[in-house]
T-cell receptor, first 109, second 115 residues
Framework: GIQVEQSPPDLILQEGANSTLRCIFSDSVNNLQWFHQNPWGQLINLFYIPSGTKQNGRLSATTVATERYSLLYISSSQTTDSGVYFCAVGYTGGFKTIFGAGTRLFVKA | GAVVSQHPSRVICKSGTSVKIECRSLDFQATTMFWYRQFPKQSLMLMATSNEGSKATYEQGVEKDKFLINHASLTLSTLTVTSAHPEDSSFYIC???????????FGDGTRLSIL
């Protein structure tokens, strides 16, 4: 099956800093989503981005499907950005979504 | 839009009890619903995929008789953990999807603790 790798696994930022989270996948995908899981366990849908670039406030994401990677950019980080960021892909060979291991982000005040 | 409601949010019960978790899509029709399990500090692991009106497809290693899934309508799926034991304690999350290759929308999860 498809492999989904996220990096870095852990990230500590000072409030106001920028960061880039990476997601690489081993096979062609039909769709890709980025999620933020907050400390209460809620999964917040950030982007549905099988290809191209999208922006939503301080967050933006780019997926280059032909090169099998996606990037999530966080600018001017805030303490409320803390949590785990997951990349999840739906691949061509199946009808289910595979999650990466996540990037655990902590933003210090 | 695209709200998924999951109840209950937390359950604490004795070993041997069966527990039912509901997942509802409030403002869209969910042709497919997914059930995930998440252990502390780990990623989400898919347990099963259910389509309205048909039997669920379980992932390898997930016991069908232990985790009963019913997707009786386009807005409701239920997961029943039968005769739960302490090792079943976990965070269970559902998601719903309106069509193939559409975004998945997640419920807020159910934290299950079996004493």
């Amino acid at each position: 099956g498809i492999q989904v790798e996220q990096s870095p696994p852990d990230l500590i930022l000072q409030e106001g800093a920028n960061s880039t989270l990476r997601c690489i996948f081993s096979d062609s995908v039909n769709n890709l989503q980025w999620f933020h899981q907050n400390p209460w366990g809620q999964l917040i849908n950030l982007f549905y981005i099988p290809s191209g670039t999208k922006q939503n406030g301080r967050l933006s994401a780019t997926t280059v499907a032909t090169e099998r990677y996606s990037l999530l950019y966080i600018s001017s980080s805030q303490t409320t950005d803390s949590g785990v960021y997951f990349c999840a892909v739906g691949y061509t060979g199946g009808f289910k979504t595979i999650f990466g291991a996540g990037t655990r982000l902590f933003v210090k005040a | 839009g695209a709200v998924v409601s999951q109840h209950p949010s937390r359950v604490i019960c004795k070993s041997g009890t069966s527990v039912k978790i509901e997942c509802r899509s409030l403002d869209f029709q969910a042709t497919t619903m997914f059930w995930y399990r998440q252990f502390p500090k780990q990623s989400l692991m898919l347990m099963a995929t259910s389509n309205e009106g048909s039997k669920a497809t379980y992932e390898q290693g997930v016991e069908k008789d232990k985790f009963l899934i019913n997707h009786a309508s386009l807005t409701l799926s239920t997961l029943t953990v039968t005769s739960a034991h302490p090792e079943d304690s976990s965070f269970y999350i559902c998601s719903a999807q309106d069509g193939f290759n559409q975004p998945q929308h997640f419920g807020d999860g159910t934290r299950l603790s079996i004493l």
